[in-house]
């Protein structure tokens, strides 16, 4: 049985005409390295989250246990660290009941509920300012609504009052995983894509996220097109444990399509060295064999990959294969040895091809 590890919607109408490199608005003058995007495991001045499940883009079904699972996922991150939730005004009252007095709303039009993507990507400068980098939300390549959703990351910055950075780059913050410390992780298949950034080329790119991410080394996994709304985000592949630590998926499933993306992406990462020139420690976590039958579909995301680091803790999705289950949650205590292990039941959320990183987006402190 082969659950794959993201294929969000390829549904739901289209939206905006992609950005692309000729339309986006143009960059703020800065020199390479004054900016600089820092580990998600550095403190946290809060999480954002987004209230944004709707009908019209989960569907009857989904709807209800989406909700709650999003709202869980809200409430135990609240235990570690504030959490910010944009919520549209007719359902303020649904997520307060839901996500309960811990959790601080604001109200703001959205489509959906990924403020991975939709949200900016916080950055501190040499003098000590914060940022966040507005990357042009484009629904993924046009394969979504998204005129309230390419709205958020200036609300979030201004919200946050920091200064918005803009750039003609057209990506999101699923796609990008940083150690800190000068390195980077991205997929080709999301950044490199003509649905996001039409004729733009790797060096381009490598340029301008170094500029704005302080990055030094940028490795370059291939991912996949065309199969999931995101084009292969990192963030479903390969993380950052710390620097020169990596925890990386794997599946199994000769008949997946993820099956050789998956070792070609472990072969990439066993080879390739951090900005220090230094080998990568690769671990690999394995997705479940099997998921509870309730929430059960073609889009199901069933991977451990997806996990989040707040404050003290980190928060990674179970899917009731106990082995599985268990052989996460022990590798996640032994890479984040000084923090709370938290699993979740988010097959709601992970019924719509998505996980909890995909629904967060920390501002660092």
Avoid at 165 to 187: C, H, K, N, P, S
Avoid at 241 to 270: C, F, M, N, Q, W
Avoid at 288 to 316: K, Q
Avoid at 319 to 342: I, K, Q, T
Wanted: proline letters at 5%.
């Amino acid at each position: 049985m082969h659950f794959p590890m993201t294929r969000r919607r390829l549904l739901h109408g289209m939206g905006l005409a992609p950005l692309g490199l000729a339309a986006a608005s143009s960059s703020i003058a800065a020199a390479p390295d004054t900016w600089h995007m820092p580990d998600e495991g550095d403190p946290h001045r809060a999480t954002w989250m987004s209230f944004g499940v709707s009908e019209r883009v989960w569907g009857r079904r989904l709807v209800k246990p989406a909700r709650e699972h999003l709202a869980s996922i809200a409430r135990t991150i609240a235990n570690f660290e504030p959490v910010h939730m944009l919520v549209r005004e007719q359902e303020y009252d649904l997520a307060a009941r839901l996500c309960g007095n811990r959790v601080t709303f604001e109200v703001q039009p959205v489509d959906d509920l990924w403020m991975r993507d939709t949200g900016p990507v916080f950055v501190r400068s040499s003098a000590g300012e914060w940022a966040g980098v507005d990357f042009n939300f484009n629904g993924w390549g046009n394969k979504q609504s998204h005129s309230r959703d390419a709205e958020v990351a200036a609300y979030v910055t201004d919200s946050a009052e920091v200064q918005r950075l803009t750039t003609r780059l057209v990506l999101e913050g699923g796609g990008i995983e940083v150690d800190g410390a000068g390195t980077a992780i991205i997929t080709e298949s999301c950044v490199l894509n003509a649905n996001r950034n039409p004729g733009l080329r790797k060096e381009a790119c490598e340029a301008e996220l170094k500029r704005l991410l302080g990055l030094r080394k940028i490795i370059w996994l291939p991912g996949i097109a065309g199969r999931d709304i995101t084009d292969g985000h990192t963030d479903f592949y390969a993380r950052f444990a710390a620097p020169g630590v990596v925890v990386a998926g794997l599946d199994d499933d000769p008949d997946s399509y993820d099956h050789a993306v998956t070792r070609r992406h472990l072969e990439i990462l066993k080879q390739a060295t951090d900005a220090r020139g230094q080998r990568l420690r690769v671990e690999v976590l394995r997705g479940p064999e099997t998921v509870r039958s309730t929430f059960e579909t073609d889009e199901f995301a069933a991977g451990y990959i997806n996990f989040y680091v707040c404050n003290g803790a980190v928060l990674a999705p179970q899917f009731g294969d106990a082995r599985a289950d268990g052989n996460a949650r022990a590798l996640l205590r032994e890479l984040f040895p000084r923090r709370e292990v938290v699993q979740l039941d988010i097959d709601g959320i992970a019924a719509g091809g998505g996980g909890i990183h995909c629904t967060t987006q920390q501002q660092p402190r």
